[in-house]
């Protein structure tokens, strides 16, 4: 074997050299968030076929059997009691929030779990330039774009059933991640925060996910309930970002301030979900 | 050794650019305590406290560019919590820390960024692949994929994982885990390696293959700073270390300084069972320099050990067992906190 130590180099033999720490360290400044969101999701690669599935099969599964089997029953009753439209258009917004709420109650509450205690898969990154923050928000920003792809995904069978009238009807999909990150990084606040696994992720989607997920103005509108469990929806990024779906796919009737006083919810809590994010990054593992 | 490991070696040692001109290796002492070696580490009173525990009590040490500098102790002594703090992601409590001139709490990037960090608990990223486990990492630094691809296959050659790149990480072993761990380090081509406890948990043939990697790394002027409850370790490896107990500083010095200083040539170990060996010590009182009685053993230090053994038969005494050794760092420990390394 020769050693390649005593070959003059050429060009073609330069040994590899890294660029310096310094150029490392104003690069991770930069852009460590998408430098974190990249493994995130070559994870996510890797159960890739499982969210295509999921994001297609899914929405093909409800639609049918809300919007042809149960709408058959329900459509021959009254449609004005959802508005003028079909059973079919009421309920489909709602199915495309509530999936992409779903799929964020999954990638904000075990995964920060594993990374912090299971696997702690979230220091081997901290050992490098990258920040806590960077860590978090590079999470967020992999997983909005799961939440995004998926809501495509949704809407265009949502279209294909022909349950969105309105050509504005693809905001819904905007709208929908929106309220996945109104409800799911306050989520993961507190999954940051929790030492020991005892199940609270589970009592999360018993008592939590699924009570919005039925009581959101999803299947029936908010007024049909009694006014004591009304705040339910009032409370829900469900609610909220089902009414504005219904706004943007079939045009829903709704007084403005309403309408502003969705995005207006959706925003706020998604936003002081992500500084209650930063905050406990950075308390659990430093600056 | 293979090429892909030579041309490694090669690179790192064309990768410690010091501040100043270093000495040429000739000039460079056996010790590897050279003053004329820019300073990489300086800690000067660190403490950390958590609440009431003090976990790290006002230490201070320096560590010049390219020596192999150890943190030997117990569990609990404030070891990683030190390297916590010296890797950036741990705040200290007080006292200044530098390292390459930089502070870590205010330039965390920057000082994360000079450093290779091989943790005491892996952090693999089980779902990758062993190959894309180094790539992943090596985008954290801003490194492009070009680069990136052909120093993952190097790095996985000095590791020797060649053939394991495109498996699983949960399909490794508990010594490959570790080699990749500790090739992920390198793989920003760092001037300094932080390892804590790098084979705690291997098997000795693994650990002695980490070691000659570590060894390697150490001739070619990677600065190793290791912590470590091994004495073996610390002896293999370190060129000077700090014994700390109770996060405090008990002593420093190279391996066979501390054994000089604070220990006998040689110990003589005897066992009388563990019913007689707590009462035995009056009957052994004179023999050698120092008598130190532990649970299941008494150690006689002594510059002849055999001597002393002729002594203590001299006297009647019939011990179970014997065994006469060169003194260790176990016995430094020992000897400095009345305790032994590993409770």
Excluded at chain 1, 181 to 210: C, E, H, N, T, W
Excluded at chain 2, 87 to 110: A, F, K, N, Y
Aim: proline share 6%.
């Amino acid at each position: 074997m020769t050693d390649p130590a005593s070959k003059p180099l050429t060009t073609a033999e330069q040994p590899l050299r890294a660029h310096s720490p310094e150029v490392s360290a104003a690069r991770a400044r930069r852009w460590g968030s998408f430098f974190y969101a990249e493994q995130v999701l070559r994870v996510m690669r890797n159960y890739g076929w499982s969210v295509i599935l999921y994001s297609v099969g899914q929405p093909v599964a409800y639609l049918f059997a809300m919007g042809v089997g149960l709408a058959s029953l329900v459509d021959a009753n009254s449609e004005a009691a959802f508005g003028g439209v079909s059973y079919l258009e009421f309920v489909a917004p709602a199915l495309l929030v509530s999936a992409a709420v779903m799929t964020a109650s999954g990638e904000f509450s075990y995964p920060i779990m594993d990374g912090f205690k299971w696997r702690r898969v979230f220091y081997g990154p901290h050992a490098s330039p990258l920040t806590p923050q960077q860590i978090a928000s590079g999470h967020v920003m992999a997983s909005s774009l799961r939440f995004l792809l998926q809501s495509v995904v949704y809407f265009a069978v949502v279209a294909m059933f022909g349950a969105s009238p309105s050509l504005w009807g693809w905001m819904s999909a905007i709208v929908a991640t929106v309220a996945a990150l109104s409800f799911g990084l306050p989520l993961m606040a507190y999954a940051a925060s929790i030492k020991q696994d005892k199940g609270q992720f589970a009592l999360v989607q018993r008592f939590i996910v699924m009570p919005l997920f039925l009581f959101s103005g999803t299947f029936f509108p908010l007024d049909s309930l009694p006014i004591a469990v009304r705040w339910i929806g009032w409370i829900s990024p469900v609610w909220h970002g089902t009414e504005l779906g219904r706004v943007f796919t079939y045009g829903m009737d709704q007084n403005p301030l309403l309408t502003i006083t969705h995005v207006v919810f959706l925003l706020v809590t998604a936003t002081g979900g992500w500084v209650l994010v930063r905050r406990q990054f950075v308390k659990r593992m430093g600056s | 050794m293979s090429a892909g490991a030579t041309s490694l070696l090669r690179v790192h040692n064309e990768a410690i650019r010091s501040p100043t001109p270093s000495p040429t290796p000739s000039e460079s002492s056996q010790s590897g305590f050279d003053m004329n070696r820019p300073t990489v580490i300086s800690a000067q009173n660190l403490t950390k406290t958590y609440g009431d525990l003090t976990a790290v009590d006002n230490i201070s040490f320096d560590v010049p560019a390219g020596e192999s500098f150890g943190l030997l102790g117990p569990n609990g002594a404030g070891k990683s919590t030190t390297m916590k703090m010296i890797g950036g992601v741990s705040q200290r409590t007080s006292g200044t820390l530098s390292i390459m001139g930089l502070d870590p709490e205010s330039h965390g990037p920057e000082v994360r960024a000079h450093l290779g960090v091989v943790p005491q608990q892996d952090n693999l990223d089980e779902e990758l692949k062993v190959r894309e486990n180094l790539i992943v990492y090596g985008r954290y630094f801003g490194l492009p994929l070009s680069y990136l691809k052909p120093k993952a296959d190097e790095l996985l050659e000095f590791a020797q994982l060649t053939d394991k790149a495109n498996s699983k990480v949960d399909a490794l072993s508990g010594g490959m885990k570790r080699r990749l761990t500790i090739a992920r380090s390198l793989i920003n081509e760092p001037r300094i390696l932080l390892l804590d406890e790098p084979t705690t948990g291997l098997d000795p043939q693994a650990r002695h293959i980490l070691w000659d990697r570590l060894f390697r790394l150490k001739e070619n002027g990677v600065t190793l700073i290791l912590t470590t409850h091994y004495m073996d370790e610390a002896e293999q490896l370190c060129d000077r270390l700090i014994v700390v107990d109770k996060g405090r500083i008990m002593a420093e010095g190279s391996p066979a300084n501390l054994i000089r200083e604070h220990s006998s040539r040689e110990v003589l170990e005897l066992r009388f069972g563990s019913e007689r060996n707590a009462t035995i010590g009056v009957e052994l009182q004179g023999i050698g320099e120092r008598l130190e009685t532990l649970p299941d053993r008494v150690l006689i230090y002594a510059h002849d050990g055999e001597a002393a053994l002729e002594q203590v038969t001299a006297r009647g005494l019939r011990p179970m067992t014997s065994l006469v050794r060169r003194s260790s760092l176990e016995d430094v420990f020992l000897r400095l906190t009345g305790r032994s390394l590993v409770d």
